[in-house]
């Protein structure tokens, strides 16, 4: 029997996905979680063969809740499943140690083949991702400026470009104020920018706000 950690958000997408893992006979969604930090906890008090993350958990970091999952439990797997689309987040995902990455589009049964073979070992991923990844691991691809960002850096970039503060920023992420301030810098300069919004218009642009 696979067993299962949900974590999301919205209560109704954690019930539908219950839902359709429970018609299978092999797949048990054993817990729930709404929060990074809750996320973190279920996976620290119990041993999980598979969690279903969306990656835009309140609380945290989703790219950093995958490395922390995975250093709590190396042998936990995990399989993103969110709304962003693969351009966003599926790259870092994956770097960060997921074992597989679908959006909230996919069918049902893809879902379910995606539990199963991640929770066997394997990776699922699409097509187009694993032709970027085996591209990326030949030194092909040079990628586009945000590419070069960290993970932070990448969060608080989508946040600076959707119009958000400094502080709301802070806030949000419950880092200090400073901080952010020195990730923007970096942002700016690794981006060759100068303005929030030059970034904006990047990733308005790109799909990325």
Known sequence: MIKVLV??????????????LSETADIMVGGE????PETLQRVRDERWDVVILDISLP???????????????????VLVLTMHSEDQYAVRAVRAGAAGFLTKETAPNLLVDAVRKVAAGGRYVSEEL???LASMLAGE????AHEHLSDREFEVMKLL???????????TLGLSVKT?????TRILKKMNMKTNAELTHYAVRRGLA
């Open 130 to 132: 694993a032709e970027t």
């Open 7 to 20: 974590a999301d958000d919205h209560a109704v997408v954690r019930r539908g996905l219950r839902q359709i």
């Open 33 to 36: 979680a709404a929060t990074a």
């Open 180 to 184: 952010i301030s020195t990730h923007r």
């Open 59 to 77: 609380g945290g970091s989703g790219i950093e809740l995958i490395g922390e999952i995975r250093h709590e439990r190396p042998a936990t797997r």
């Open 161 to 171: 470009a959707s119009g958000k503060t400094v502080s709301q920023i802070a806030h």
């Open 141 to 144: 691809a040079k990628g586009e």
